[in-house]
């Protein structure tokens, strides 16, 4: 469905057609929103033909989509006046899709993510393999926004630990090349709460506040100290534009044995 939409940039074109399809919405319900023919939607989201920018602000409401980025796609994407962003992950061929995930964590310098488990009989089918039954993801971002993921299936989890690399991993990855901050924390789900979240469409901001409200014990993934994000910023002067092995060992270096910046500066001019 969505999978290799997320390496590109995001033209208006594919965020809608992105975001439509992580809302559950069908393209009648989008369009209806701003009196046109699905048909037109239907193109529109093929790059096949366009729609006034008007049109297009009257759609971006029922989609959490921020109206701004219409007339300038450097903005942030997404504004949710105060509602809740409800989303279904993607599923993916063999590991969990999590790529809406990792759109949010490149997009923010600050984002929150507390995971929710359920313990509940309706997910006993999980329950031999060891792990968290994780049953969906709510995020904060840098912008006051409140997403929550769940799987399509409500009866299905996500599992953090597939893959190769990690889930974990590649978000530390994104925080460190961002230079940004993601935090992690992982909350038991009450079963009024997991109903709620089960049946969806009822599901609004109200039932899920006090999880991201309450006090929380995070933990950072990746938060570069001054010395790093100098050495970071010296070493982008220079033409370099992704966090490399190199860079990686002079962290270690300056984390592990307190090395100065001014013997940072001399190992990278030297190099």
């Not at 469905?1 to 399809?21: A, H, P, T, W, Y």
């Amino acid at each position: 469905m969505c999978q290799g939409i997320f390496m590109d940039k995001l033209s208006v074109n594919k965020l809608f057609k992105l975001v439509r399809e992580l809302t559950g919405k069908t393209q009648p319900e989008v369009s209806a929103s701003a009196k046109i023919t699905y048909q037109s939607l239907q193109q529109f989201e093929k790059e096949q033909a366009s729609l006034s920018k008007e049109t297009l602000k009257m759609m971006a409401r029922a989609l959490y989509i921020n109206p701004e980025y219409i007339d300038d796609t450097s903005l942030y994407p997404f504004r949710s006046n105060g509602r809740l962003i409800k989303m279904f992950m993607p599923d993916g061929l063999i590991f969990d899709n999590l790529e809406p995930l990792y759109l949010l964590s490149k997009l923010n310098k600050q984002l929150r993510m507390i995971t929710l488990s359920a313990p509940f009989p309706e997910l006993k089918r999980f329950s031999n393999i060891g792990l968290p039954l994780i049953y969906a993801i709510l995020l904060k971002d840098d912008h006051n926004n409140i997403f929550l993921f769940r799987r399509k299936k409500e009866k299905d989890i996500f599992n953090l630990s597939s893959d190769y690399p990690s889930p974990i991993v590649k978000l530390t990855k994104i925080s460190q090349e961002n230079k940004s901050v993601i935090s992690i924390a992982q909350k038991e789900l009450s079963r009024n709460v997991f109903n709620k979240i089960r049946e969806w469409n009822s599901l609004s901001i109200a039932d899920i506040k006090y999880l991201i409200d309450e006090e929380i014990k995070f933990t950072k993934l990746f938060e570069p100290t001054e010395a790093e994000i100098f050495q970071l910023e010296l070493q982008r002067t220079m033409g370099i534009e992704s966090l490399s092995r190199y860079e990686l060992m002079l962290i270690n270096e300056i984390r592990t044995k307190d090395i100065a910046i001014e013997k940072v500066s001399k190992m990278l001019e030297e190099k």
